[in-house]
């Protein structure tokens, strides 16, 4: 999908339509203290010692279970407003393979 770098919104901040740059999220690092972490496993008595427990090991499940497997991605994008500089995102996003500025 290509997209022009700026554009004009509507800002929730100014409250009426202004210039805004588009941008693309940063992916972020998996947290260690997110959800279903294993730090957050051992603080509550799970995952503690070593190895997995005696059971076998396999591929991760997206490999083999997964027949339908999707191409494209959401995208996620962000809108910084120009005249107050304030940042908001899209309210949904649209599958594609990749994302293009012009
Ligand atoms: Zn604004």
Same mark, same amino acid.
């Given at each position: 999908m290509k997209l022009p770098r700026l554009i004009k919104r509507h800002c929730p901040f100014c409250k009426k339509h202004t210039e805004h740059k588009v941008m693309q999220a940063k992916k972020k690092a998996a947290s260690s203290l997110s959800r279903g972490s294993k730090y957050r496993a051992?603080?509550?008595?799970?995952?503690?010692?070593?190895?997995?427990?005696?059971?076998?090991?396999?591929?991760?499940?997206?490999?083999?279970?997964?027949?339908?497997k999707k191409k494209s991605k959401k995208t996620d994008l962000r809108y910084e407003c120009k005249v107050c500089? +304030?940042?908001?995102?899209? +309210?949904?996003?649209?599958?594609?393979?990749?994302?293009?500025? +012009?």
């Open positions: 051992r603080k509550r008595g799970l995952a503690r010692g070593l190895g997995n427990r005696g059971r076998y090991s396999r591929p991760a499940v997206g490999s083999w279970k997964r027949s339908g500089k +304030k940042t908001h995102m899209q +309210k949904k996003g649209k599958r594609t393979k990749r994302v293009e500025f +012009k």
